[in-house]
DNA sequence: AATGAATGAGTTTTCATTCAT
DNA sequence: AATGAATGAAAACTCATTCAT
C-alpha cells in the first residue's frame, strides 16, 4: 500500500501484473492458505517467474495484504442491492433467502475464514480488516437509519449500532455454520433468521 | 487420525505426556498459529526433546489433529450450566450477557479462528470439526425440546434445528465481530442479543 | 579484459557512456562494494537501462576490470607535482604531511582495499593492479634517480628498489591505519614519518 | 559474540563444531571472499549441511565476525617473541628480515586484505578490527616503553604513538606491497626497512 | 524413555543477464 | 540506441523429521 512502489514505465500493465498475480494468488491462498501457498505455487498459477513477482510486490506479505485489501473491499457489494430500495428494512427483510444461500456457498466463506485466522495474529491485516469493516458498517448504518426513519422508528445511535453488530454477526457466522453443518437446511434457516431479523430491524 | 499407535509399556505415562505436548501445543498454536508453531517452539514449551515427541505422534499434523480433537469437544461445556436448569429457555436467554462478555474475549477466539481456517483447507480438521458440532448440536436440541415442551411449545424438528443454527451462527459470529470491531458496545450486543433470541426461543 | 567490442556505429559516443557507466559504477563501488552493488543500482546511478549497459560492458565483471583499470592510472597524478620540482627529494620530505592528510582520508581509501582485497583473489584484477604499480614505480623510480643524481648520492638499483617499495609500503600502509585507528595524530605521524623517510631518501 | 547462543548440552563440542566450521569457513573466505564464499560452499568444506551450522552461528555475519575475531586475536602472536627479549629494540630490529619474509607470504595476507574491505563497509567488523589493533598497540607501546627505558631514551606519548602507527603502518603495507610487486626483493627491502626502523626505534 | 545432533528438502528473496520491442 | 519486462539460477535460512546414543 505505502512502500517503495517501483516506478514502472506503463502503470497500466503494471496494474494488470499485479492483478494476474493476485488473481492467483487467490486460487493458491484458497487451495493451501496463506502459509501453505508458496512463491513457487503462486508463480506457477500466475504464469511468470517468482523473481518478476518481485517487481510488482514487495514480499509475499505484500501480496496477502494487497489480497486481503481487495477482497475486503468487495464485501460492501451485498449492500449495494439494499442501498437503492425505497424502503430498506422491508428490503433487508426480504433478501433473506438470497443472502444465507450466499453465505452457504464454500467459495464465499474459505478465504475470509483465511483472512480473519491471519487478521487474529497479523496486525497489519487485522488494521485492513477493521478498516473494511468501518466502512461496511458506516453504509450499514446509513441505510437502516433511512430506512426506521421512513417508518417512524427512530433509535439511538448505541442501540442501532448493537443491533448491527448483531445482524451482521449472524450473517458472518453462518459461514462458520456452512463449515460446521454442510447439511444445513437453507429453507428452515432463513425462516428462523427472518424471526430473529424482524426485531432487530423494526422494533422500537 | 488414530494411525499406528507406539506400543508404550506404562500407557497411563503416555497418555500424561501425550497431555504434555498438548498443552504446550495450544499456547503455540494460539501464540503463532498452527503452520507458525514449530516442532521446536513446542517441544521447548513442553519441556520435551522435539525427538521425544514423535514417540507420542506420527507428525506435526497428528498433534494439530488431536489437538483440534480434544479442545472442540470442550465446547460444550458451555452448555452444561444450562443442561441441569428447571427453565432451559429462560436460563439461555438470562445468560445472553455473560456468553457475549465470553464471546468477546479474545482468549476464546484466537484459537477457533486457526481451527476454522485450517478446517476450511484440511479434510481430516473438517470432519473433527463436524463430528463436534454434531455433539454440540444434539446436546442443545435435547435442551430446547425439553424447554419447549415445559412451555407448551412444540416445533418441528427441522423448524427447531433451524433456529439452533441461526443462535449458534449469531454466537460464532460474535467471535468474528470481536475480531473486526474492537471497540463494541457490550451492553447495547446483549440487548439486541435479546431481542433476536426471544423469538428464536419462545415463538410458536 | 578488452575482449569482443561491440561495433558502435559512434565510437565517441560510446567512449561517453562507457565512461557515464564508469564514473556511476565508482559511488555505487565505494557505497556499497564491488559485489554489494547490483547492476541495478549501478544502472540508476548512470542514467541508463541495466540492459543497456551490456551494449558496453560484457558483463559486471568487466565493469569492475575496466574500473579497477581507470582507478590505479589516477594513482600516479600524486607523483606529477613532485616530477616537477628542481629537487625531487627534498620536495617529497616537504609535501609528507600533506600526504599524510590525504592518505587518511576515507574517501581515499576506500576504494582501494575493495581493489586489493578483489586482487587477492581475482587474476584480472590482479594484473590490472601489478601493471598500474609497475608504472607508478617507473615513474618515482626516474624521480629518485634524478634527485639523488642532483645532490650526487648514487644508489644501486636493487637498493633504490628497496627503499621505493617501503616508502610506498609506508603510505598504502596509511590507508590501513585509518580504517584501524580513526583516532590517529596526523602532527605525530607526520613528525615519525619524517623520521623514517629522512635516511630513504638522503642516505648513501 | 553476544546474541542468542542456543543452549548446547556439550559445550565441548558444541566449541568442536564451531571451530570446525571456522576453519571451512577461512578455506572458503581466502578462496572466494567473504561475499563469493556461499553457505553451501562453506558447509561443505566444513562437512556438515548448511541447516546445522545454524545451529552454531545465527547467521552468515556472525560466521565472518567469528572468524574476523579468531584471526585478529592471532596478530598478537607476532608480538610474543620481542615481548621477552632483554633488549626489545634491538630485537625488532634484529627480527625485521623474519618480518618482512613473513608478510610477503600470500598465506598470511589475502584473508586480512578481505577483512579490511569488509571493515571498511561493515561496522561490526570495523569495530572487531579497532578493538584488536588497540590491543596490539598497547602491547606494542608497552614494549617500546621498556626498551627505551632501558636505552635512556624517554619519549613524549604523542610522539611514541606517532612512530608506533609508522611502524605498523610499514608492517601492515608489506602486505600490499606483495600483492602489487610478487617479485620483490626481500633482501633490499630488509635493508631500507632497516634504515627506516633505525630512526623510529632509537631516535631521541 | 529420552535426547538433540544432523539432515535435506523447502522457503522467500535477489540479481546478473537476455531479448522483444 | 535504448528500454525494462522477464527469467532462472543461486543465495541465506528454516524446519519437520530421523536416528545414534
Redesign the pocket.
Known amino acids: 500500500m505505502t512502500s517503495k512502489e517501483k516506478n ?3 502503470p497500466q ?1 503494471a496494474l494488470e ?1 499485479r492483478q494476474q498475480v493476485l488473481d492467483a494468488a487467490k486460487i493458491c491462498f484458497s487451495r493451501s492458505g496463506f502459509h501453505g501457498a ?3 505455487e503462486i508463480s506457477k498459477a500466475a504464469g ?5 513477482i ?2 510488482y510486490f514487495d ?3 505484500a501480496i496477502i495484504a494487497a489480497f486481503v485489501q481487495q477482497n475486503m473491499e468487495r464485501v460492501g457489494l451485498i449492500l449495494s442491492d439494499v442501498e437503492q430500495h425505497a424502503d430498506p428494512l422491508q428490503a433487508i427483510y426480504d433478501s433473506l433467502e438470497q443472502s444465507v444461500l450466499r453465505q452457504l456457498d464454500p467459495v464465499f466463506w474459505t478465504l475470509p475464514l483465511e483472512v480473519f485466522a491471519e487478521a487474529s495474529r497479523n496486525p497489519v491485516i487485522a488494521a485492513l480488516v477493521r478498516a473494511a469493516d468501518v466502512v461496511s458498517h458506516d453504509r450499514l448504518r446509513a441505510i437502516l437509519l433511512r430506512g426506521r426513519a421512513l417508518r417512524g422508528l427512530p433509535l439511538l445511535a448505541v442501540e442501532l449500532d448493537g443491533r448491527m453488530e448483531v445482524m451482521i454477526a449472524m450473517f458472518q457466522g453462518l459461514h462458520l455454520r456452512a463449515l460446521h453443518n454442510p447439511s444445513l437446511d437453507v429453507a428452515a434457516v432463513t425462516a428462523a433468521l427472518r424471526l430473529a431479523f424482524r426485531p432487530l430491524l423494526m422494533d422500537k
Open positions: 514502472h514505465p506503463d500493465r501484473r508458496s512463491m513457487a511468470m517467474s517468482a523473481g518478476h518481485y517487481n514480499s509475499k506479505d
